[in-house]
């Protein structure tokens, strides 16, 4: 299977603008991996975010979008807040399954 | 409102077998793909299984091919995971969800110990 890559870590400042990528081993990630984003905070289930690359559940914040970008999905993160500090996970489906990426650490500083 | 719970997660033993469920409410699992996500302390989110809508067909990630099985009973809206030969490293948190549409359960954690 293969593996799926993100930035272990960023740091963005209130207000301000960041973008999380996730690529794939075996090339460049298109709508046919209907991607996924999740946030998760310390102690709490996963919550789903952004669906088939760029579609956002009733519950997802505006501030949040997800696209193509450079041969990977990215989730980007306009006007962040403090309460958007946690870990995003992306997801990424394949004819033999799905797969995580390793996931990236948040810090709104 | 759309809720999944999660049960059955507790101490086992290693080589030790666990079935977990996860239950719909405000929820028809048959009418969505399922899958069994899990996650050991301090680790990140690691996709286990996936059973389709109609039920007809399954995957697993290598890692779980041969000791896991998921299945449902339409009939009690649940979804099962089969765990046998356990061992320690699948001490985990384990999550039902449904991806589409990004419903996720509380989780249920599962301890392999002696």
């Known amino acids: 299977q293969a593996v799926v890559t993100q930035e272990p870590s960023l740091t963005v400042s209130p207000g301000g603008t960041v973008t999380l990528t996730c690529g794939s081993s075996?090339?460049?990630?298109?709508?046919?991996?209907?991607a996924y984003w999740f946030q998760q905070k310390p102690g709490q289930a996963p919550r789903t975010l952004i669906y088939?690359?760029?579609n956002k559940n009733s519950w997802t914040p505006a501030r949040f979008s997800g696209s193509l970008l450079g041969g990977k999905a990215a989730l980007t993160l306009s006007g962040a807040q403090p309460e958007d500090e946690a870990e995003y996970y992306c997801l990424l489906t394949s004819g033999r399954g799905v797969v995580f990426g390793g996931g990236t650490k948040l810090t709104v500083l | 409102e759309v809720q999944l719970v999660e049960s059955g997660g507790g101490l086992i033993q290693p080589g030790g077998s666990l079935r977990l469920s996860c239950a719909g409410s405000g929820f028809t699992l048959t009418s969505y793909w399922m899958d069994w996500v899990r996650q050991a302390p301090g680790k990140g989110l690691v996709w286990v299984a996936r059973i389709k809508s109609d039920g007809t067909s399954t995957s697993y990630a290598d890692s779980f091919q041969g000791r896991f099985t998921i299945s449902r009973d339409s009939a009690k809206n649940t979804l099962y995971l089969q765990m046998n030969s356990l061992r320690a490293e699948d001490t985990a948190v384990y999550y039902c969800?449904?991806?589409?549409?990004?419903?996720w359960g509380q989780g249920t954690l599962v301890s392999v110990s002696s």
């Open positions: 969800a449904s991806l589409p549409p990004g419903a």
């Open positions: 088939d690359t760029s």
């Open positions: 075996t090339g460049t990630v298109t709508s046919g991996h209907y």
